[in-house]
């Protein structure tokens, strides 16, 4: 059952910050609710989400509408230029900026509705060919630029690691994460926080909140596998 999933990642989460000597109050769980029908993320609702994940426009413009006010949408997939109009006054959180063009036009958009968008700096730390993301030697000068773009504010970095069995291997890459944050912030740069860490899903979220995380994308392990048919 969703909310039994929900409460045992919970159990998980709180687990790995004792480990760390973290606060439990200082992650986020996003029940990553794409491709998954309304009926669902209302029962994960009623276990108490409050943020929940998705990957395609269509789907945050469908959904939005249909749920509580107060729910967190946050856009955590590729994003085309063309679609940022259809969400930017929807998602409480953009994860996955990786370019100054697409952060111009979600600052051009965003001042158009009087809005102000949160943003994360995508970084495709292990540096896989398929995978979005700027690099980690771009990721500060492109901070910097966007740093000077109105109605946009960088929040953090988000990665997506590895697809791997064990989740130890991803460790490294969480820790690189990390350690990238702290060198963005020691630049002081005006209207930049990196006060949020966007890293772990179902495999390997408790390792990541061991290395820093402050929001965990968890789909699988809340609403079962996917089904793309
Ligand atoms: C689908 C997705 C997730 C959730 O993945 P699970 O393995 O099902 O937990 C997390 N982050 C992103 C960016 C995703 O696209």
Not at 52 to 57: D, I, L, Q, R, S
Not at 111 to 123: T, W
Not at 186 to 200: A, E, F, P, T
Request: hydrophobic share 40%; glycine share 6%; proline share 3%.
């Amino acid at each position: 059952m969703i909310s039994d999933n929900i409460k045992k990642i919970q159990k998980n989460i709180e687990k790995s910050c004792q480990k760390a000597g973290r606060d439990p109050k200082e992650v986020t769980l996003i029940a990553v609710s794409k491709t998954k029908p309304i009926p669902m993320l209302e029962e994960a609702y009623q276990a108490g989400s409050r943020d929940f994940g998705e990957n395609k426009v269509q789907e945050i413009m469908d959904k939005h509408p249909a749920l509580p006010e107060d729910i967190r949408w946050h856009m955590i997939g590729h994003l085309q230029r063309n679609k940022v109009k259809y969400i930017v006054d929807k998602v409480a959180l953009v994860h996955s900026v990786d370019s100054l063009r697409l952060a111009e036009e979600l600052s051009r958009q965003a001042g158009k509705k009087q809005a102000e968008i949160d943003v994360l700096v995508e970084v495709n730390i292990a540096e896989e060919e398929s995978k979005f993301g700027t690099s980690r030697a771009e990721a500060i000068q492109l901070v910097e630029e966007m740093a000077k773009l109105p109605h946009i504010h960088v929040k953090g970095l988000m990665t997506i690691a590895p697809f791997v069995e064990d989740p130890e291997e991803n460790r490294k890459y969480f820790r690189q994460i990390k350690e990238l944050s702290v060198d963005i912030t020691k630049k002081n740069i005006d209207n930049v926080s990196m006060s949020v860490l966007s890293m772990g899903m179902t495999n390997d979220y408790m390792v990541a909140v061991e290395e820093g995380a402050t929001m965990v994308r968890v789909g699988t392990g809340i609403f079962g596998e996917r089904n793309y048919n």
